[in-house]
């Protein structure tokens, strides 16, 4: 007998809670925020609301499904089973938060702020929480059509180490020292070049919304690189870019900024005593890499099935 669906709401903290677990009371709180000029009032209401959406897209779960609730910082040890219907209520970001550790299940984007989130990943209403959990269970069954699959990126390291993320992925230095590495590319005929630098950012479609995007529009302003044609979110392309490259007798700045067609990979080997490779700007669960190990970067074959 097949098990019944499974409704995984998946939320965050809302700042007001964290300034209440900080400071003790709803008073010490409010009084922390207004001896700095603050209302605490703005906060509150935020809170409010995402409380409401939360409560509102519980109840429209039909009863005979199951369901469980995970905060954000417990995703990473939460496991999600295959006749998961996974509904997020929050920003965006928290779309690409969950979306490393799916392998298929249908995704529902909950808007928990209307006016405050772009609304890129969270397309839906708490209000329509009945008809897009009916739209997610056809999805999940094969009887739906109304999915859209975006292209994600994966580090893979020569130890076999292994990093999926939705928007971006990051390597380099963990705090703000200077990352050293060497860069190659699948199609650079054998170039490979030195490098010292912030850090390099290898995006996708979705990502082309958040970090990537403004890196790319600093570009545009005369940089290398702002030429480029960000893609979209079903795409299997990738755009990457060098940060902060900087040109010495050792190091060279001639490969900044480039796309990876699909089945290309990045290729960098560090030059450094330890660099850092996250996703999606989870810093707590990275990949840890060390001199002399070698780090490939590119589309993956998992995609993130989105509802709506």
């Known amino acids: 007998m097949s098990l019944a669906p499974r409704a995984v709401l998946v939320y965050r903290t809302?700042?007001?809670?964290?300034?209440?677990?900080?400071?003790?009371?709803?008073?010490?709180?409010?009084?922390?925020?207004?001896?700095?000029?603050?209302?605490?009032?703005?906060?509150?209401?935020?809170?409010?609301?995402?409380?409401?959406?939360?409560?509102e897209v519980t109840a429209a779960i039909p009863l005979t499904w199951r369901q469980s609730h995970v905060e954000r910082r417990d995703l990473d040890r939460f496991l999600f089973a295959p006749e998961d219907v996974v509904v997020v209520v929050g920003q965006d970001g928290l779309v690409a938060n969950v979306a490393k550790y799916l392998t298929g299940q249908p995704v529902v984007g909950v808007d928990a702020d209307p006016g405050r989130n772009p609304g890129v990943l969270v397309r839906h209403r708490p209000a329509d929480a009945r008809m897009f959990?009916?739209?997610?269970?056809?999805?999940?069954?094969?009887?739906?059509?109304?999915t859209t699959e975006l292209t994600m990126v994966e580090a893979v390291a020569d130890d076999s180490q292994r990093l999926l993320a939705l928007n971006e992925i990051y390597v380099g230095a963990a705090g703000h020292q200077t990352a050293r590495y060497r860069l190659g590319l699948d199609d650079g005929r054998g170039a490979v070049e030195a490098q010292a630098s912030s850090g390099v950012l290898v995006g996708t479609g979705t990502g082309a919304t958040g970090w990537v995007r403004s890196v790319w529009q600093e570009r545009g302003r005369g940089g290398a690189g702002g030429d480029l044609r960000l893609p979209g979110p079903t795409e299997e392309r990738l755009v990457w870019f060098v940060r902060e490259a900087w040109p010495s007798p050792a190091t060279g700045t001639s490969l900044v900024a480039g796309e990876l067609a699909a089945g290309n990979r990045l290729t960098l080997t560090v030059e450094s005593e330890r660099l850092v490779a996250f996703g999606d700007g989870i810093e707590t669960d990275a990949v840890e890499l060390t001199w002399g190990q070698r780090v490939r970067v590119g589309a993956c074959a998992q995609r993130l099935r989105l509802v709506g």
């Open 14 to 55: 809302t700042e007001y809670e964290e300034l209440v677990a900080r400071h003790g009371t709803h008073g010490q709180a409010a009084f922390f925020l207004s001896s700095r000029g603050r209302d605490i009032e703005e906060i509150t209401e935020r809170h409010r609301r995402t409380r409401r959406a939360l409560v």
């Open 133 to 146: 959990l009916a739209a997610a269970l056809a999805a999940r069954t094969g009887t739906g059509t109304g």
